[in-house]
């Protein structure tokens, strides 16, 4: 009878099928850019990777605009052509776009890592050309702001705030960095690009809002009959069989028709329907945007914390008086204690 011994830890051992799972290509291409762009944290180049995207594919699409071929078609909404066409407002429109698209891409490249810590002078030099494109674009959307969507108070009070808020926070933002308080100058500047963002949410919230409001029916917009006789291509017999033959008279430009909000129905109803969804959907917009940027800068304690320790120690070399203090800080215009070297951590 042969004695049977139990098989050593050695044997067992080599016996032993080691399971190691190899990330996929996706996986690894991900982490692999994740590094070469300078961001440490997964989260942040999940958020960069996302909004970024879309501003800067947003842009780029957006760019047939300029072309004078797409500028008085579809490219608009029916009825918005009319006051865009010529003039101020044109000028205002072309300097809109000229100014904002280019700066929504470049904004892009002031939150890679790497350009921030290699090459600090393109940092520069495109932070500055941000502002001025910026500063212009805004500039031309408040030209015309006042006939944006139908001119509704609600429309054009939605484009003057995101506006608004876009240059403050950029300004909020140009203002920390010349006090080297570089953790409040990443917060503005994060939400200056947040906000300006909002019009492509805003853009889908409106087609979504549009349709909800043709199927739900009762609304409508008011139109000048010099709008809709442009939209209808100064056709009269179109204006008579819409059911506007008030508009076919040589004097009645200024006089105001209720145009149903029926989308897919007509160019006069589909204009219609994106003007009474307009308002809504950008201060909807707006507030998201403005929640997902606290919600972020909440999220990301840990960068406040470095970033401020830094700012702690270039104001000190360059000899401020509360170093750490300089800028936006809630202990210099609120009532918290002044930040001092015993809070830096280790």
């Given at each position: 009878m042969s004695s049977q011994h139990p098989p050593s830890i050695a044997t067992a051992s080599s016996e032993m099928h080691t399971v190691v799972k190899t990330p996929n290509v996706v996986v690894r291409f991900w982490s692999s850019?994740?590094?070469?762009?300078?961001?440490?944290?997964?989260?942040?180049?999940?958020?960069?990777?996302?909004?970024?995207?879309?501003?800067?594919?947003?842009?780029?699409?957006?760019?047939?605009?300029?072309?004078?071929t797409h500028y008085y078609t579809a490219s608009f909404a029916?009825?918005?052509?009319?006051?865009?066409?010529?003039?101020?407002?044109?000028?205002?429109?072309?300097l809109h776009l000229a100014a904002i698209l280019p700066c929504g891409i470049l904004s892009i490249l002031q939150f890679i890592p790497k350009i921030r810590k290699q090459y600090i002078l393109l940092h520069r030099i495109n932070g500055y050309l941000v502002l001025i494109l910026l500063v212009l674009g805004i500039t031309g959307g408040f030209i015309m702001a006042r006939h944006t969507f139908g001119g509704g108070v609600s429309a054009?009070?939605?484009?003057?705030?995101?506006?608004?808020v876009t240059l403050i926070s950029a300004l909020m933002g140009y203002y920390n960095i010349k006090q080297i308080q570089l953790e409040q100058h990443r917060k503005w500047m994060?939400?200056?690009?947040?906000?300006?963002?909002?019009?492509?949410?805003?853009?889908?919230?409106?087609?979504?809002?549009?349709?909800?409001?043709?199927?739900m029916g009762g609304f409508a917009a008011p139109w000048s009959c010099a709008e809709l006789l442009y939209?209808?291509?100064?056709?009269?017999?179109?204006?008579i069989n819409a059911g506007y033959p008030q508009c076919?008279?040589?004097?009645?430009?200024d006089q105001l028709v209720l145009v149903p909000a029926t989308f897919e129905v007509s160019p006069q109803g589909v204009g219609s329907a994106l003007r009474v969804a307009f308002g809504n959907s950008m201060w909807t917009s707006l507030l998201?945007?403005?929640?997902?940027?606290e919600i972020y800068?909440?999220?990301?304690?840990?960068?406040?914390?470095?970033l401020r320790a830094i700012s702690y120690q270039r104001q000190l070399e360059a000899g401020v008086k509360h170093p750490g203090s300089a800028g936006t800080t809630s202990d210099r215009w609120g009532d918290a204690k002044y930040y001092h070297a015993s809070q830096l951590k280790p």
């Open positions: 850019l994740s590094k070469r762009l300078g961001f440490r944290r997964p989260l942040s180049f999940f958020f960069f990777f996302v909004f970024g995207g879309a501003l800067a594919g947003f842009s780029l699409a957006s760019f047939r605009l300029l072309d004078p029916p009825g918005e052509v009319y006051w865009v066409r010529e003039g101020i407002r044109k000028a205002g429109m072309i054009s009070g939605a484009t003057y705030a995101v506006g608004a994060l939400r200056m690009v947040i906000y300006m963002s909002s019009i492509i949410t805003a853009r889908v919230a409106m087609m979504i809002t549009a349709a909800v409001v043709t199927t939209t209808l291509d100064s056709n009269t017999t179109k204006v076919t008279d040589p004097n009645s430009g998201i945007h403005v929640v997902l940027a800068l909440k999220l990301t304690p840990s960068e406040t914390d470095r």
